[in-house]
């Protein structure tokens, strides 16, 4: 959800607000897990998963302008393993629509070269059914299940699953992929800043 050149070459042609034009231009993130105590996790969204610790997190910041605060939880607070389940935590500070936060990880993905052209319109429709329009203050809670599954929540509540390993590691991998946009937020939120 964050940026490449190519996406914001399409989005000047358009009329896309202000907020989703701080995404588009990112300088970075800060603020570690350290720094910054990590939120508990609503009980609903832990539901047959392990015991869950916060392993790293922070404030992606753009231009100046704070997007989000996001983190990563791991079994017992162990080292990510894509392999086990575990739980991305982003607190949005800026509001964005289920339409942009669903098309802004599809160009994530496709820059990343995850996923295919044939499957990017079905995995658009689902986060738009998963995800909910966003407000500062709001919560969205993704799960990557036992089952290898995307489980999503909104402020506390179940929105849906999108049950699709390949969806899963994709979706994820937006911010966990060694190919993100944010190479800075990625340490942080693998505790490694």
């Not at 800026?94 to 995850?114: H, N, P, V, W, Y």
């Not at 709001?138 to 799960?143: A, E, K, N, P, S």
């Not at 699953?161 to 060694?178: C, H, K, M, Q, R």
Request: contains cysteine.
């Amino acid at each position: 959800m964050l940026v490449n050149t190519r996406w914001f070459a399409r989005v000047r042609k358009t009329t896309f607000v202000a907020p989703l034009l701080c995404i588009l231009l990112a300088v970075g993130s800060e603020q570690a897990v350290g720094q910054v105590a990590a939120p508990t996790l609503p009980a609903q969204a832990t539901t047959g998963m392990p015991t869950l610790k916060a392993i790293g997190g922070g404030l992606l910041r753009m231009f100046g302008f704070r997007i989000y605060n996001a983190y990563l939880w791991t079994p017992e607070g162990s080292s990510f393993d894509r392999a086990k389940p575990y739980v991305l935590d982003i607190h949005y500070l800026r509001d964005f629509s289920a339409k942009q936060l669903a098309e802004r990880s599809i160009d994530e993905m496709r820059e990343q070269g995850t996923g295919s052209e044939a499957v990017y319109p079905k995995w658009i429709t689902e986060m738009q059914r998963v995800f909910a329009d966003v407000k500062e203050g709001d919560r969205l809670i993704g799960v990557a299940t036992p089952a290898r599954t995307a489980k999503f929540f909104y402020n506390g509540a179940y929105r849906g699953e999108v049950a699709d390993s390949a969806f899963t590691d994709a979706f994820f991998g937006i911010w966990l992929n060694a190919k993100t946009s944010q190479p800075d937020m990625r340490d942080r939120l693998l505790g490694k800043r």
